[in-house]
Antibody, heavy 120, light 111 residues
Framework: QVTLRESGPAVVKATQTLSLTCTFSGFSLGTSGMCVSWIRQPPGRALEWLALIDWDDDKYYSESLRTRLTISMDTSKNQVVLTMTNMGPVDTGTYYC????????????WGQGALVTVSS | QPVVTQSSSASASLGSTVKLTCTLNSDYSGHIVAWHQQQPGKAPRYLMKLEGDGSSNKGSGVPARFSGSTSGADRYLTISDVQSEDEADYYCETWGSNSRVFGGGTKLTVL
C-alpha cells in the first residue's frame, strides 16, 4: 500500500524559508523509474507543479520558482524534502507531495497535503 | 514549454454523459497527459494517463465509467452515468522541456 504524508510548519513568516518533508511508504525511491513531485495549490486556485526528484537523484524545478526551490531525498528514511526560500503571502496554500510511478510517469499517489500560511 | 488549456466549468445531469477537454499547444500536441480528480476539500486523485494515440492507463479503483480519448492536440475525459460524487475539479497535466504543467482545471457541477 502506497502512502505519502507531508509535514512541516503550518505558519511561516514572510521572508523566512519553508522546509517541508514528504514521508512515504509502499515504494522505494531507489527503484529505477520512481520519482516524487511537489505540487501546491493556493486557496481556491489551480494546482501548480513545483519540483521533482527521480531515483537517480536528478532534480527538476518550475522555471518560475527555480531560484527559490531545493528538493532532496533520503532513501534510507523514505523521505523527500522541499525547501522554499524568501516566502511571501502569495505562497500561502496547500502543498502536496506525490509519487510519480515508473509505469505511469505521472503522480499516481498523492499525499493529503499540508496547509502553509505565510504571515506578513 | 508545454501549455495546457481547460474550460473553467462544465455541468452534467445525474446519469448523463459529460466530456471534458484538455488542449495542448501545437509543439506538444502528441504528448501524453494525465487526468486528476479533486473532490471538494480533498487531495487530488490520479484517474488515468492518456497517450497521443488514445490509449489509456487508469489508476487503481477508478470506475469503468471514466474513459479517455484523443483527437489531435485535444485530450478528453468522458464520464458516463454521472454520479453526484463526480462533482469535482478535474485537472489535466503534461510534461515537457524538463518541467510539468497543470491546466487551470475544470469545475464539474452535477445537476
Amino acid at each position: 500500500q502506497v502512502t505519502l504524508r507531508e509535514s512541516g510548519p503550518a505558519v511561516v513568516k514572510a521572508t523566512q524559508t519553508l522546509s517541508l518533508t514528504c514521508t512515504f511508504s509502499g515504494f522505494s525511491l531507489g527503484t529505477s523509474g520512481m520519482c516524487v513531485s511537489w505540487i501546491r495549490q493556493p486557496p481556491g486556485r489551480a494546482l501548480e507543479w513545483l519540483a521533482l526528484i527521480d531515483w537517480d537523484d536528478d532534480k527538476y524545478y518550475s522555471e518560475s520558482l527555480r531560484t527559490r526551490l531545493t528538493i532532496s531525498m533520503d532513501t534510507s528514511k523514505n523521505q523527500v524534502v522541499l525547501t522554499m526560500t524568501n516566502m511571501g503571502p502569495v505562497d500561502t496554500g496547500t502543498y502536496y507531495c506525490a509519487r510519480v510511478g515508473w509505469s505511469t510517469s505521472y503522480p499516481d499517489y498523492w499525499g493529503q497535503g499540508a496547509l502553509v500560511t505565510v504571515s506578513s | 514549454q508545454p501549455v495546457v488549456t481547460q474550460s473553467s466549468s462544465a455541468s452534467a445531469s445525474l446519469g448523463s454523459t459529460v466530456k471534458l477537454t484538455c488542449t495542448l499547444n501545437s509543439d506538444y500536441s502528441g504528448h501524453i497527459v494525465a487526468w486528476h480528480q479533486q473532490q471538494p476539500g480533498k487531495a487530488p486523485r490520479y484517474l488515468m494517463k492518456l497517450e497521443g494515440d488514445g490509449s489509456s492507463n487508469k489508476g487503481s479503483g477508478v470506475p469503468a465509467r471514466f474513459s479517455g480519448s484523443t483527437s489531435g492536440a485535444d485530450r478528453y475525459l468522458t464520464i458516463s452515468d454521472v454520479q453526484s460524487e463526480d462533482e469535482a475539479d478535474y485537472y489535466c497535466e503534461t510534461w515537457g522541456s524538463n518541467s510539468r504543467v497543470f491546466g487551470g482545471g475544470t469545475k464539474l457541477t452535477v445537476l
